[in-house]
């Protein structure tokens, strides 16, 4: 779970500060003199005010933070699903996120709620990344599933099959037939496509629904175990989702990694 990193103690402890405020208490111990370490208190609150409000400071204690590198590469990845999706399709995406914050809301009003929220916040972040991978995978289908393209293949496929029909070289009739059954599998290519963009449109539906139902349940909830329900249903559509993705990027021939969640909306603390 990412945490805000404390910019004050990072500044304070940054070696050219402690090796100042040793050097002035050293003086003041060696001569008698409190003004040293007036001196040097004095310029160690402008020195600590300038750090913490400095952004290039900030980034570069959040990249000193472990698993920051995994943090930033997830945070790209995101921006690269948002980017492909349509603005319709992002608008529904942040209708989803505004649920899951509302759950995480009502989840934190449980006894022991604060711990129960971040302990749900993966789950939750799991199935809205399958959300967005199955939206990106569905654009891709649309893609490949142009009207205009299959219509021509077919029309190739018929215009090829009498030309075999009617081809007395055996050399040619050879080749064209094996043209022929590659382009009749690019066609049942087609079909299959088809198919799996129907299923797609039917989860992602299903996981809009499962993400509202969960949230009016959230409402009303008072035992932490009937949570534990709801997230095992989270889950469950999660790795369902995820089957799906990864059979439609084989058929696609994608690479795209699939395994982690991604972070999604405002983090819990």
């Known amino acids: 779970m990412a945490r805000t990193p404390n910019f004050l103690k990072a500044a304070f402890l940054m070696p050219a500060n402690l ?25 160690e609150g402008v020195y600590l005010g300038v750090a913490i409000s400095s952004k290039r400071f900030q980034r570069a204690v959040r990249a000193s933070q472990p698993g920051a590198k995994d943090e ?30 509302k759950i995480l809301a009502n989840y934190a009003k449980l006894p022991g709620g604060r711990v129960l929220s971040a302990s749900s ?4 972040d799991t ?10 995978t569905l654009n891709q289908y649309r893609t490949y599933l142009n009207s205009a393209e299959r219509q021509s293949l077919e029309k190739e496929v018929r215009l090829l099959e009498a030309e075999v029909a009617q081809e ?10 094996k043209r022929l059954d590659i382009l009749k599998r690019r066609l049942a290519r087609f079909e299959q496509a ?19 139902l969960t949230h009016e349940q959230s409402i009303a909830i008072r035992d932490p175990e009937t949570v534990n329900r709801q997230l095992d249903a989270l889950s469950a559509e999660a790795h ?3 089957e799906t993705v990864r059979e439609m990027e084989r058929f696609l021939d994608f690479t795209e990694e699939t395994s982690g969640p991604l972070p999604h909306g405002t983090r819990v603390r």
Request: glycine share 4%; proline share 3%; charged share 25%.
């Open 19 to 43: 090796v100042g405020l040793l050097t002035a208490g050293a003086s003041s111990a060696m001569t008698g003199e409190l003004l040293p370490s007036l001196v040097a208190l004095g310029v």
């Open 72 to 101: 930033e590469a997830a945070r790209q990845q995101m921006e690269s699903l948002l980017a492909d999706l349509a603005p319709s399709q992002r608008e529904h995406y942040q209708v989803l996120v505004g649920l899951k914050e």
């Open 121 to 124: 916040e993966q789950r939750l």
């Open 127 to 136: 199935l809205l990344t399958s959300f967005l991978r199955l939206i990106s």
């Open 168 to 177: 007395a070289n055996p050399r040619l009739k050879d080749v064209k037939e």
């Open 194 to 212: 088809s198919e799996s963009r129907e299923v797609v449109s039917h989860q992602l539906a299903s996981i809009e629904d499962l993400m509202r």
């Open 240 to 242: 369902a989702t995820d």
